[in-house]
T-cell receptor
């Protein structure tokens, strides 16, 4: 298993600004993931972040809008850039410590864009 | 892109009742996970099933993977208010791969009334 923390837990932001979300894991992991969960919806994968390489983005998500950093094996950041109200969601990071398709999630960051 | 469907979408029952939720796809999965998500938290892994026909029990929860590995069910016996939450199934079409190979279902929102 893994224990994951995220900062901030929630934020209210103005349209056009950017927010960086931090994800910290209590152990070294190769694969980290960023998800978006819109109100009342399921999870949509934004990108996979592996240390030492550029993040791999899923269809509909681009690096200019959601830049990701992965400086080491325990930490990652996701930035939501030039925000609009449509970006209001819960953003979750997760890890798969054993690469068995079993993920452990952080508590999420609840973002509201006005 | 593979899709997972879940039914019912919403379920409200009285404490002590039994219930079953379903996760279905037209595609074959190498493994399937069930998660529970409570408000304000990230999803928590409940179980992974990998073998067709496999049945796993976790206290009052019974998970079954279909023989053809295209569907799964979660049965809860004598539901308690603590079982309230969003139940998500997720599956991988091939082991150890993410991206388009790994999807979450839309979820079943369960409410157990005392």
């Amino acid at each position: 298993s893994a224990v994951i923390s995220q900062k901030p837990s929630r934020d209210i932001c103005q349209r056009g600004t950017s927010l960086t979300i931090q994800c910290q894991v209590d152990s070294q992991v190769t694969m980290m993931f960023w998800y978006r969960q819109q109100p009342g919806q399921s999870l949509t994968l934004i990108a996979t972040a592996n240390q030492g390489s550029e993040a791999t983005y899923e269809s509909g998500f681009v690096i200019d809008k959601f830049p990701i950093s992965r400086p080491n094996l325990t930490f990652s950041t996701l930035t939501v850039s030039n925000m609009s109200p449509e970006d209001s969601s819960i953003y979750l990071c997760s890890v798969d410590p054993q690469s068995y398709n079993e993920q452990f999630f952080g508590p999420g960051t609840r973002l509201t864009v006005l | 892109t593979q899709l997972l469907e879940q039914s019912p979408q919403f379920l409200s029952i009285q404490e002590g009742e039994n219930l079953t939720v379903y996760c279905n796809s037209s595609s074959v999965f190498s493994s399937l996970q069930w998660y529970r998500q409570e408000p304000g938290e990230g999803p928590v892994l409940l179980v992974t099933v990998v073998t067709g026909g496999e049945v796993k029990k976790l206290k009052r929860l019974t998970f079954q993977f279909g023989d053809a590995r295209k569907d799964s069910s979660l049965h809860i016996t004598a539901a308690q208010p603590g079982d309230t939450g969003l139940y998500l199934c997720a599956g991988a079409s091939s082991p150890y791969n993410y991206g388009q190979n790994f999807v979450f279902g839309p979820g079943t929102r369960l409410s157990v009334l005392p």
